[in-house]
């Protein structure tokens, strides 16, 4: 496969999970995967720990997730894994030793395959 074919495939894959992980979140919580596995994605070993060191952050979760994955889609995990209730909550002083709790992508996709 080229490179642009490998490119526009991962482009594509991208917009499908970005897809997939808003309509988990219209679900209820009590069908949501994310919701379901939540513990699961906290206690993997490749979730990381990342220092809320930006000013521009602050109630800006999706700049987080753009400067953290690529893309800002993944912001509703991110809020779900730290119990934020809202972009208006993500601000330094809510996280202890100020790290926000970063599933990587590899652990995001992997808990969309549990999907039924």
């Not at 991110?78 to 809510?94: A, C, D, H, K």
Request: aromatic share 12%; glycine share 2%.
């Amino acid at each position: 496969m080229s490179k642009l074919a490998n490119f526009s495939h991962e482009i594509q894959q991208k917009r499908t999970d970005e897809k997939l992980i808003k309509e988990e979140f219209l679900k209820p919580l009590s069908d949501n995967i994310f919701f379901l596995n939540k513990r699961g994605m906290i206690l993997n070993e490749n979730t990381r720990f990342v220092k809320f060191d930006k000013n521009e952050w602050s109630r800006n979760v999706k700049k987080f997730c753009i400067d953290t994955y690529g893309v800002p889609d993944v912001y509703l995990i991110v809020l779900l894994l730290n119990e934020i209730s809202s972009q208006f909550g993500f601000v330094r002083e809510r996280f202890p030793n100020t790290n926000i709790i970063t599933p990587t992508m590899e652990t995001i996709i992997t808990t969309l395959s549990y999907r039924t």
